[in-house]
């Protein structure tokens, strides 16, 4: 807005407020008197710029959006702990730490005989890959193995500045009150390691709700992850009776995504010295991607397409593949349209 309010621009219009009778050149005592104030005026206006858009939601930085979103009651969303599950030959004790790779786990909840729930004690997205072998931090006694085998509920990091705008921005067009769908959606995606959901009302009769729910990872909730915000929701036990978050009189289920297996063949012209061994890895991770990209706009719309131009265009920007023809999903050479509550999941390539 201030942006014509340049040293230059201010120096000039004072100077033209003194008479031409006097001396006004550069090295003169008027131009030396008024070039300092010149360079305070312009630094004023800049900061009265930095001032203008850090009043605005669409252009404050995280600190001064943060300020304005808690006028709303809102706060960007922080990291939360991965938890996952150790196997031992034995049953371990609450609080028994265990490392695996660069992450600690402490065991928080007995699943079944030798199963635990472990956290970590790291916050953030990053450990939500590791598995393997887990080694006691404290000697146990009887221990013989410990394997943390899968993920139950993913880490998340803390809330990006876009996405925290953007989540202000929803609740200006949308009003959450009362159990209605952007209720569900505002309380279910604010559940740890939820990435998404959709609402589906009265789906089995007057009272009831699906809520179908896709995890942080933009993958199939874990049964832990599921019971987890079934819990919180609309417990099973008294369901209905509003001992959860919903409101008295809405029978809640839970349900995740359903995988969908996506088979590709095509047939490639590759530059001369490569071939599809080469850069099987390059294009699987392609495919990955594109299919993470599909899942993660999966709550937004009403089913998924895998398009074969898609497909095909980012096969092209792969170093080594010249041309690629006769693409196929699922041996049919049509985009697939996948159901409204399924994701793609890449089964066999072949090239």
């Not at 009769?205 to 874990?222: D, H, M, R, W, Y």
């Amino acid at each position: 807005m201030y942006e014509a309010n340049t040293y230059e621009a201010i120096l000039a219009r004072m100077l033209d407020k003194i008479p031409d009778t006097l001396d006004k050149r550069e090295g003169s005592i008027i131009y030396d008197a008024l070039a300092p104030v010149a360079v305070e005026l312009t630094q004023a206006y800049i900061e009265m710029d930095v001032i203008l858009n850090e009043s605005f939601a669409d252009t404050a930085s995280r600190e001064y959006l943060i300020k304005r979103a808690a006028e709303r009651g809102l706060i960007p969303s922080p990291a939360t702990h991965t938890v996952a599950k150790g196997e031992f030959n034995i049953d371990v004790s609450a609080g028994d730490r265990f490392s695996c790779g660069d992450y600690n786990y402490a065991a928080t909840e007995k699943i079944s005989t030798g199963a635990w729930k472990l956290k970590c004690e790291t916050a953030g997205g990053t450990p939500n890959g590791n598995l393997g072998m887990l080694i006691p931090v404290d000697y146990i006694d009887g221990l013989e193995s410990a394997q943390l085998t899968e993920i139950l509920i993913p880490g998340e990091d803390e809330e990006e500045t876009e996405d925290f705008r953007a989540r202000y921005y929803a609740t200006l067009s949308t009003k959450s009150f009362g159990g209605n769908q952007a209720d569900y959606i505002e309380k279910v995606n604010a559940i740890s390691g939820v990435g998404g959901v959709k609402v589906y009302p009265i789906w089995n009769g007057g009272g009831t709700v699906k809520l179908v729910i896709i995890n942080s990872e933009f993958g199939k909730a874990s049964d832990t992850l599921i019971d987890t915000v079934q819990t919180i929701i609309d417990p099973i036990v008294n369901q209905g009776a509003g001992d959860g978050l919903a409101p008295i009189g809405h029978v809640v289920t839970v349900e995740t995504v359903t995988e969908t297996i996506i088979d590709i063949s095509f047939s490639v012209t590759y530059q001369e010295g490569y071939s599809f061994e080469d850069i099987e890895s390059y294009i699987t991770t392609m495919i990955d991607s594109y299919f993470l990209e599909l899942c993660k706009a999966w709550a937004d719309g009403d089913g998924l397409i895998v398009r074969i131009s898609q497909l095909e265009s980012k096969l092209l920007n792969i170093t080594g593949v010249l041309d690629v023809t006769g693409t196929t999903i699922n041996e049919a050479a049509s985009n697939l349209v996948l159901s409204t509550d399924a994701i793609p999941v890449r089964g066999t390539v072949v090239g």
